[in-house]
């Protein structure tokens, strides 16, 4: 009886650690794989990630210019709300409009539109691009 016991309250221990995703199966870590400007010009695109978990994004590129950056999200009735970004490493200082477009965001505050999200593809659109991602 006591091992049962103690077996329950690992198990309940242990599941209260972590946090559940809020985003559903918009949660974890994306790798963009192309951007469609609404003009019609597609950017394949190396190395840039985003992570997602609870009410923080994190964008960045890895092996070039970009750096990472840090801000605020929010999803609603299939839209997302990007803003707020932040420099990881000196958050006194705010992510510049230039700085965001490589990851294919063009404004402070992005809205963007979830077309699809299946946990393993993430498709999403703004009045500025459409986002082709993997899951990483």
Known sequence: MRQIILFILLVVEISSCDKAPINDKLDGRWQLMTIEYTDGKVEECNRIYYSIQLHLVEISAKGGN??????RFSYKEDEITMSEFRHRGDEEKLTTLNELKPFGLNQAINHLQVEKA?????????DYARLTF???
Not at 118 to 126: C, F, N, P, W
């Open 66 to 71: 970009g750096g990472t950056h840090i801000g």
């Open 134 to 136: 993997r899951k990483f």
């Open 118 to 126: 299946t946990g393993k593809k993430l498709i999403l659109k703004s």
